[in-house]
């Protein structure tokens, strides 16, 4: 059964700071891995999508990684900014049906 | 419609009551899916549909859950006789296809029970 961790649970930082987010799951056997972000009281939005087959996705100042053969996951957050605060979610896909394991999530605060 | 839109966005009922949540996924978007969030919980996938179809039912927590899909279009989520520890926010999910990567959730349903 497929287990995906998120440490720590809870992340504040000064704004500016550059910061790593780390994900880890049990079975390297994955479809896909993506980041989401949770805002208080809202659904989620998928932030990027990595294939099994890819090292890494990029969209404006996050990158994430994957590292399938250690079971792990990074999501770089470059120059962090106040309306970066949110939850962070890592999800696996372990059968191609989009059918999620999702981590509990690291909730970052940002620091004016 | 432009994203996924769930209905209610609030409920409360009193335990032993039949509650029904209805999820309107994205226009063409042949998959979709039902997950729970309880506090302090990760999510939990309870169901997903393929068209009108559900070939994996194995995450509904009890009988007490039931859902359908018609049209290749809206679903709803049935609870009945409801307790204290349904009480979850029930998020819903659509993609272009099954295994097309990208999900895009609606922002929810809070039950309540008290």
């Known amino acids: 059964k497929q287990e995906v961790t998120q440490i720590p649970a809870a992340l504040s930082v000064p704004e500016g700071e550059n910061l790593v987010l780390n994900c880890s799951f049990t079975d390297s056997a994955i479809y896909n891995l993506q980041w989401f972000r949770q805002d208080p009281g809202k659904g989620l939005t998928s932030l990027l999508l990595i294939q099994s087959s890819q090292r890494e996705q990029t969209s404006g100042r996050l990158n994430a990684s994957l590292d399938k053969s250690s079971g792990r996951s990074t999501l770089y957050i470059a120059a962090s900014q106040p309306g970066d605060s949110a939850t962070y979610l890592c999800?696996?896909?372990?059968?191609?049906?989009?059918?999620?394991?999702f981590g509990k999530g690291i909730t970052l605060s940002v620091r004016p | 419609g432009a994203g996924v839109s769930q209905s209610p966005s609030n409920k409360v009922t009193e335990k032993g009551k039949d509650v029904e949540l209805r999820c309107d996924p994205i226009?063409?978007?042949?998959?979709l899916y039902w997950y729970r969030q309880r506090l302090g919980q990760g999510l939990e996938f309870l169901i997903y549909?393929?068209?009108?179809?559900?070939?994996?039912k194995s995450g509904l927590p009890s009988d007490r859950f039931s859902a359908e899909r018609t049209g290749e279009s809206v679903s709803t989520l049935t609870i009945q006789r409801t307790q204290q520890e349904d009480s979850a926010v029930y998020l819903c999910?659509?993609?272009?296809?099954?295994?097309?990567?990208?999900?895009?959730f609606g922002e929810g349903s809070r039950l309540t029970v008290l």
């Open positions: 226009s063409g978007h042949t998959a």
């Open positions: 549909f393929q068209g009108n179809s559900a070939p994996d």
């Open positions: 999800a696996v896909d372990s059968g191609a049906n989009s059918k999620l394991t």
């Open positions: 999910a659509s993609s272009l296809e099954l295994a097309s990567g990208e999900l895009f």
